[in-house]
């Protein structure tokens, strides 16, 4: 059974900060991964999509990476800015069904 | 081309009354999955469905809980009897081919249950 697990659970930077944030996973047989950002109250937006073949995905100031024989992911979020501030999930395809396995996500603060 | 669309937003029933949560996924998407995110959870998987067919439905409860995708209009869980612990935000994501398989989430469907 996949199990993702997120590091740190909750970060507070100033603003300009690059950051990292983590993503584990148990189960390296997986079809994607996604990397997702979540507004209190809200739902989900789709910010990097990496398939099992991929190492890496950008787009502006993030980028994703993915270790598959180490089980690992990476979003990397340069200059940091307040409006970044969210709830930022991983999220494993672990088969042809594709449906996502989560992680408890990383609770970003970014301060003026 | 419209996202993921999601009615209603919130709903608010009683205990054993029934929830009906609707989910159009975008143009052109023919899958479907339902996701439950508990009071200070994770999400989780419920089910995912292709049109007339459910695909998988191991996350979904096996009592109460019921998912469909019919030929023509929108995906439908229905919960029936809600209890307590059935409060919780619902989404639903569509993706395309399988070959891309990027979900698109809608904003969710809020469910209380008093």
């Known amino acids: 059974k996949q199990e993702v697990t997120q590091i740190p659970a909750a970060l507070s930077v100033p603003e300009g900060e690059n950051l990292v944030l983590n993503c584990s996973f148990t189960?390296?047989?997986?079809?994607?991964l996604q990397w997702f950002r979540q507004d209190p109250g809200k739902g989900l937006t789709s910010l990097l999509l990496?398939?099992?073949?991929?190492r890496e995905q950008t787009s502006g100031r993030l980028n994703a990476s993915l270790d598959k024989s180490s089980g690992r992911s990476t979003l990397y979020i340069a200059a940091s800015q307040p409006g970044d501030s969210a709830t930022y999930l991983c999220?494993?395809?672990?088969?042809?069904?594709?449906?996502?396995?989560f992680g408890g996500g990383t609770r970003l603060m970014v301060k003026p | 081309n419209a996202g993921v669309m999601q009615n209603p937003r919130h709903l608010v029933r009683r205990r054993g009354q029934e929830a009906r949560l609707r989910c159009s996924p975008m143009?052109?998407?023919?899958?479907v999955y339902w996701y439950r995110q508990l009071p200070e959870e994770g999400l989780k998987f419920m089910v995912y469905?292709?049109?007339?067919?459910?695909?998988?439905e191991s996350g979904m409860p096996k009592e109460r809980f019921s998912a469909e995708f019919p030929k023509e209009g929108p995906s439908i869980l229905r919960i029936q009897q809600v209890v307590r612990g059935d409060s919780a935000a619902y989404f639903c994501?569509?993706?395309?081919?399988?070959?891309?398989?990027?979900?698109?989430f809608g904003p969710g469907t809020r469910l209380t249950v008093l």
């Open positions: 999220a494993v395809g672990s088969n042809a069904g594709n449906m996502l396995t």
């Open positions: 189960d390296s047989a997986i079809y994607n």
């Open positions: 990496i398939q099992s073949s991929q």
């Open positions: 143009k052109g998407h023919s899958h």
């Open positions: 469905l292709q049109k007339e067919n459910i695909i998988d």
């Open positions: 994501a569509s993706h395309g081919q399988p070959a891309y398989n990027e979900q698109f």
